[in-house]
């Protein structure tokens, strides 16, 4: 099990529900792939440095999580289908300094992390609202 | 006779404060290795240590992937205050 990170900056168009739903959507991928979330971090809707796909502005947010490596290809498989996401990045942490790094996000992600718990009950009873209807 | 060089010794700032991992997500800390036009400062004019130059190297670049700061400052897109862009 690696410690990867991703971020992906979502259109900044959609309502914020449609934007939670987004996000709720690669968490689902994530999981799916028998990967682990450790933490997440809303970083809000941010001016983007150059113009991507005519956007200005973009809604960026950060997932940590550990999980086997072929599931990235999975994941990012899903960020290119999906056309409200404008951009993405995976950053692998593997030695100790950049583990150390890690960790220390995850206790800056922290007041976040409890709401990430909760979260992964929520996709289950969302998914099965979908499934009945 | 050699004379002697009268060159200012230059610090490393990330070592100074003991950095091991520079985050690409940090924006204030890439700052200090980046001229006004959003270009990698060369080793010789930051001071910089290598083993901080490289990985601020690393971060910079993916902070510009992610579009948080630009790949170039030029006329066709001009920025009135560049660094207010980083906050």
């Known amino acids: ?133 | 006779m050699a004379e002697k060089r009268k060159f200012k010794k230059r610090f490393c700032k990330y070592c100074e404060t003991k950095v091991d991992y520079i985050d690409y997500k940090d924006l204030q800390q890439l700052k200090h290795s980046l001229s006004e036009r959003f270009k990698i400062m060369p080793r010789r004019l930051t001071g910089n240590c290598k083993r901080h130059q490289d990985m601020v190297t690393i971060s910079i670049k993916r902070a510009r992937q992610t579009a948080l700061i630009p790949y170039i400052v030029d006329r066709k897109n001009v920025v009135e205050s560049p660094f207010e862009l980083i906050r």
């Open chain 1, 1 to 133: 099990m690696n410690c990867y990170e991703t971020m992906f900056v979502v259109q900044p168009t959609l309502t914020e529900e449609e934007n939670k739903a987004q996000v709720q959507k690669i968490m689902d991928v994530i999981t799916n792939q028998g990967a682990e979330i450790v933490a997440t971090k809303d970083m809000g809707i941010r001016r983007l440095a150059y113009e991507v796909k005519k956007h200005k502005r973009g809604h960026y947010t950060v997932v940590l999580f550990k999980g086997q490596g072929n599931s990235i290809l999975e994941i990012e498989r899903n960020f290119r289908i999906n056309e409200d996401i404008i951009k993405f990045l995976t950053v692998r942490y593997t030695n100790t300094v950049e583990v150390a790094q890690f960790n220390k996000m995850v206790a800056d992600f922290a007041p976040k992390e409890e709401v990430a718990k909760e979260e992964p009950q929520a996709p289950e009873v969302e998914a099965t609202e979908t499934q009945e209807a």
